[in-house]
């Protein structure tokens, strides 16, 4: 089936630093790309999200990348503060299966004081 | 708004029973879904709703009903609960799916 990794699964950064995660997709054809944060205990919330037609969007600091020929999406977090420690996940929409998104498995990020 | 509300918060069934998990919304959102939340497994979706009387599978359906009478309602349905159904269940709802998806704050469940 439909398949999206996610890496690394664990990031600990200083804070100042920077943070990029990493996420492969398997259809060519994926068109949308969130990015959601999961605090400890608490629901999900879309933090930035990409379509196709468009490279890299930035909302202050965070940013998404996508590369459609090499299938594979990243979210940077550059200034990174104690209070971007949370879970993240990334999603894709599948051609075959265009109602619904699925997630990668996520990355604990622990930004250290 | 209250935005997308589940209840109950917290329950733990015994293997066999069955028990129906609420969602609400009130953002007139037409895309509803259900998912649940394993460690290490992220977010995997069980079944959605594309509107009012239309609902298909996800990708791990097995065990869990749902129907979608109304707009605002969209509830879930374990038929006879087993320990591998012990976790984390999230309702999500928006406008279409290529948008942000509004998640409930969660049902934990716990099968013994």
């Known amino acids: 089936g439909e398949n999206v990794e996610q890496h690394p699964s664990t990031l600990s950064v200083q804070e100042g630093d920077s943070a990029v995660i990493k996420c492969t997709y398997s259809d060519s054809a994926s068109n949308y790309f969130p990015w959601y944060k999961q605090e400890l205990g608490k629901r999900p919330q879309l933090i930035i999200d990409i379509r196709s037609n468009v490279g890299e969007k930035k909302d202050q600091r965070i940013a998404v990348t996508l590369n459609k020929t090499a299938k594979h999406f990243s979210l940077h977090i550059t200034e990174t503060q104690p209070e971007d420690s949370a879970v993240y996940f990334c999603?894709?929409?599948?051609?075959?299966?265009?109602?619904?998104?699925?997630f990668g498995s996520g990355t604990q990020l622990t930004v250290l004081p | 708004n209250a935005g997308v509300t589940q209840t109950p918060k917290f329950q733990v069934l015994k293997t066999g029973q069955s028990m129906t998990l609420q969602c609400a919304q009130d953002?007139?959102?037409?895309?509803m879904s259900w998912y649940r939340q394993d460690p290490g497994m992220g977010l995997r979706l069980i079944h959605y709703s594309v509107g009012a009387g239309i609902t298909d599978q996800g990708e791990v359906p097995n065990g869990y009903n749902v129907s979608r009478s109304t707009t605002e309602d969209f509830p879930l349905r374990l038929l006879s609960a087993a320990p591998s159904q012990t976790s984390v269940y999230f309702c999500?709802?928006?406008?279409?799916?290529?948008?942000?998806?509004?998640f409930g704050p969660g049902t934990r469940l716990t099968v013994l």
């Open positions: 953002m007139n959102h037409e895309y």
């Open positions: 999500a709802s928006s406008y279409f799916l290529w948008d942000t998806q509004y």
């Open positions: 999603a894709a929409t599948f051609s075959g299966s265009a109602r619904q998104l699925t």
